[in-house]
């Protein structure tokens, strides 16, 4: 698999999450746990247009009408789906450079890991390609520490080694694969 293939296995699932989102489970909690279902949004929609631009292959501007969100993942998917856009290095405040794919891959595991969040948090099915997910679970392993210190992931959450990839992936991250909404 080529990394810049990567964005396309991490959207589809998240899209169909995304388009599943009743307006009255925007208050609801999420297993991000300062956040609600309306928060998270609000989160995607602040960091989507600086990920795209990161990819130097877009503008950061997603196409109009429609939900945002949706326009949003599209627009990533296309900025990330560049072979290019995984190169050299790249900023996303326009300060400090990082290498290309450590930005690329953030904002695939930004699709997969909220997209999961959303999902749990509006009672929704979602999966994602197993290779994508192993894949993703190893890059994390590498910069979790260096996400929880920026204050990115929470304290990791201990998951068997017999668990499923995503519960390890989301582990790593801080968050607990057996979340469930209180209701």
């Not at 989160?43 to 501007?61: K, M, N, Q, T």
């Not at 989301?170 to 209180?182: A, E, I, S, Y």
Request: net charge negative; glycine share 8%; with cysteine.
């Amino acid at each position: 698999m080529q990394e810049h293939e990567l964005i396309t296995l991490a959207a589809p699932p998240t899209l169909a999450v995304v388009h599943g989102i009743r307006e009255d489970r925007m208050t609801a909690p999420t297993p991000c746990r300062e956040f609600t279902v309306g928060d998270l949004i609000d989160h995607l929609l602040h960091w989507g247009p600086p990920l795209a631009r990161a990819s130097r292959h877009s503008d950061g501007v997603p196409q109009p009408g429609g939900n945002p969100l949706e326009r949003q993942i599209e627009m990533l998917v296309a900025a990330w789906s560049v072979p290019a856009a995984w190169q050299g290095t790249t900023s996303i405040t326009g300060t400090e450079e990082f290498p290309a794919r450590m930005i690329g891959m953030m904002a695939v595991t930004e699709l997969v890991v909220h997209g999961w969040d959303l999902a749990r948090a509006t009672g929704q099915p979602a999966s994602w390609d197993p290779e994508l997910l192993a894949l993703l679970h190893d890059e994390v392993a590498k910069t979790a520490q260096l996400g929880r210190e920026m204050g990115a992931f929470g304290a990791e959450v201990p998951v068997p080694r017999t668990a499923p990839v995503l519960d390890r992936l989301l582990g790593l991250t801080g968050r607990d694969p057996q979340w469930t909404p209180v209701v």
